[in-house]
C-alpha cells in the first residue's frame, strides 16, 4: 500500500507564483541553487499534514510578496484506500482554510488521511539546544500515530493559558482553578501516554530494523521528576503545587515540562555529546523509524520531506539512505544544490528543477 501524492498546485505560495507538478510514487529529487524555491515546495507539501507546517509560519508569512493576495496549495494524494482531493489556502493573511473532497473541514481531518515527516536544516541542532524543539520532534512523532494529539495538545495549552492568567493575577480562590485543572489533567495524562505509546513503537521499529543508520535510545523525562499517571494524581498533584506556581506565576507541573533525552545506543553515549555527524545520523534513524513504524501502524509509509539531508551525508551514507527510503517504498521529497547528490538514487527516483527569474520561483521536470 502507498501514500503519495500524484498532483502538486502551488499558487502564490512564497517564492512561487504558480507551481504545477506531476509526478508517481517514486521519490521526488528537487534541485537547483540555493534560493531558487526547492524548499518552498516541501513546505507546501508540510502542509498536508495538521500544524503550520515544517517552518511554523503564519498564513500571512507563507503568502507571495509583494502581492500579498492570498496562496492555494492543491493535491491529488493517494491514500491506502481512498484518493482525496485536498485544497489548502488563506485570502489575503487569512487564517489557513482546508478542503478535503470537495467539504470544508478542520486541520486535524489532515491527520486521518495523511502522514508526514519531514528532517529540516532547522533540526540539526535538535540534541544540543532547549527541551522545546526536543518536545516538539516528539509531539511531530506522536501526531504521526495519533490525529487526536493535536486536539488534545491545543485543549490543555488553553486551559494551562487560562490558569496561568490566575496565577499571574495572584487569585487564590481554588474555586477558580476546579475546572481547569481537571481539564489539565484529563488532556495531560492522554498526552503523556501517547508519547509513551510512540516511543515504544520507535523502540520496535528500530529493533526490528536493518539499517545503515545508529539506533537512539528515547527517554520521556521531566523537569520536576516523574509525572503523576492518572487523572485524580495529576489534579491532586497541579491543586498542591498552587501555591509554588503562584511564586513563578506559571505552571510547573504537566507535560508542557516534558523532555526527550537521546542516547546513541551502540555507544551509550548520550546524543547531545555526539559528533554532528553522529547527530544526524540519529535524526535520520528516527525519521525512518517512525517511517517503517507508521508503514504497520496507517498502513503505508508517510510523506517523507527531506530538505538538503544529502548534502550533510557522505557518499556511502547517502546511497544507505536512498536504498532504505526505496525499501521502505515511500515517497520521499528531497532537496539538494546538484544532481550529483542523488546519483545513487538512478531512476528510482524522479527529478525536478527549480531555478529563479526575477524573484520568481520555476519548477520544470526533467526526463
Known sequence: MSLYLSSLIVSHFRSHKIARICVDKRPVALFGPNGA????????????????????????????????????ISGVLHAPTQTHEIDIWSEAGAARQLRI?????????????????????????????????????????????EPRHAELSLTYEKAMRERNRL???????????????????????????????????????????????????????????????SVDDLCTALAENRPRDLAAGRTLIGPHRADLIGTFKAKGVPARD????????????????????????????PLLLLDEVAAHLDADRRAALYDEISAL?????????????????????????VTEDAGTSIVKAMQ
Open 167 to 229: 496565577l499571574k493575577d495572584m487569585v487564590r480562590d481554588p474555586h477558580w482553578y476546579t475546572a481547569l485543572e481537571t481539564t489539565m489533567a484529563e488532556t495531560g495524562v492522554a498526552i503523556h501516554n501517547n508519547r509513551l505509546s510512540a516511543l515504544a513503537q520507535i523502540e520496535v521499529a528500530q529493533t526490528d530494523a536493518v539499517t545503515a543508520f545508529p539506533n537512539a535510545f528515547l527517554e520521556l523525562t521531566y523537569a520536576d521528576g516523574p509525572l503523576p499517571t
Open 37 to 72: 524555491g526547492k524548499t518552498n515546495i516541501l513546505e507546501a507539501v508540510s502542509l498536508f499534514s495538521p500544524g503550520r507546517g515544517f517552518r511554523r509560519a503564519s498564513a500571512e508569512d507563507m503568502a507571495r510578496r509583494p502581492e500579498a493576495l492570498g496562496w492555494k
Open 274 to 301: 555526539c559528533s554532528t555527524g553522529e547527530q544526524k545520523a540519529l535524526l535520520v534513524s528516527l525519521i525512518l523509524a517512525n517511517a517503517r513504524a507508521l508503514e504497520h501502524d496507517f498502513g503505508a509509509p
Open 101 to 145: 473532497d470537495e467539504k470544508t473541514a478542520p486541520q486535524i481531518g489532515l491527520g486521518r488521511v495523511a502522514r508526514v515527516l519531514w528532517l529540516i536544516p532547522s533540526m540539526d541542532r535538535l540534541w544540543i539546544e532547549g527541551a522545546e524543539g526536543r518536545r516538539r520532534f516528539l509531539d511531530r512523532m506522536t501526531l504521526s500515530f
Open 329 to 353: 517504498g515511500a515517497q520521499a521529497w528531497m532537496t539538494g544544490t546538484s544532481t550529483e547528490l542523488f546519483d545513487s538514487l538512478g531512476d528510482r527516483a524522479q527529478y525536478l528543477e
